[in-house]
């Protein structure tokens, strides 16, 4: 079974890789100008992004151009990364060096934070479960473990609504409500950190089952005979630590 937080933050990875791209695209549209500073709008001129006070972003690079192409680049190395590579040792870390390097480039402000925020969480991806945690887990993770898979997609959904959701709103339909958006903009964040908890309580619950599993099978395996007088066997026990191993 994959992990939960690999999922994770390979998707969401992959969808602020995106939205960088996307303001590479602005930048890009924008010609061989300067910019008038180091805040820039990807898209200035955009109905479409107006709702979003054209696309915010900061660059270094002294021109528009040059910045959107190294914006899309280093976007495209975040996405294939996301979705390729991300499960290597240090997986997590090339990740938030990426995102970095598309917040100096001109990739937005919120994608290169939450890509920075998906690589430190892809750093779990192996940690290890201590042995109190694997002993005695709380209700809590027993309870977010089990949301899951369902506040996965609905974080997804979620920021689905705030792009391409909002601009959609106000350039077809006219919906420009402040409150509108504030909502969205909470459901998003909200369960950005409930999914981002739920997939490492999620993790932590398989691999502490996988351990409770082996050491109670161990403890059967010591104090029990073959067949004992309540009928269970040898190779009963042996089939179910298998088993929930491999579920583990």
């Given amino acids: 079974m994959k992990s939960a937080t690999r999922v994770f933050a390979s998707s969401f990875g992959a969808f602020m890789a995106l939205g960088g791209i996307e303001h590479g695209i602005g930048e890009m549209a924008q010609g061989n100008v300067a ?15 107006r709702s979003l006070s054209g696309e915010p972003a ?3 690079i002294p021109n528009l151009l040059v910045s959107g192409i190294l914006t899309v ?15 290597r040792k240090n997986g997590g870390r090339v990740m938030i060096l990426l995102s970095i390097a598309m917040l100096l480039v001109g990739g937005g402000i919120f ?12 750093t779990r991806i192996y940690a290890p479960v201590s042995p109190s945690t694997a002993q005695r887990p709380s209700s809590l993770r027993r309870f977010l473990a ?24 106000e350039y077809f339909w006219g919906v420009d409500d402040l409150n509108a958006i504030l909502v969205i903009m909470a459901l998003a964040l909200g369960s950005f950190l409930l999914t981002t ?44 630590h298998t088993e929930s191993t491999e579920i583990g």
């Fill in 35 to 49: 910019p008038g500073g180091i805040m820039i709008q990807s898209w200035p001129e955009s109905e479409f992004f």
């Fill in 58 to 60: 900061m660059t270094v």
């Fill in 73 to 87: 680049l280093v976007s495209l190395a975040l996405l294939v990364w996301c979705i390729r590579f991300l499960e």
């Fill in 111 to 122: 994608p290169p934070i939450f890509g920075m925020l998906m690589g430190a969480l892809a």
């Fill in 146 to 169: 089990a949301i899951w898979p369902y506040s996965f997609p609905a974080c997804m959904v979620a920021w689905l609504c705030v792009l391409p959701g909002v601009p959609m709103l």
């Fill in 197 to 240: 908890f739920s997939s490492l309580a999620y993790d932590a619950q398989m691999k502490a089952g996988g351990r409770r599993s082996f050491s109670t099978t161990w403890r059967l395996l010591r104090q029990r005979s073959p067949r004992n007088d309540e009928g269970i066997s040898l190779e009963r026990i042996t089939t179910e």
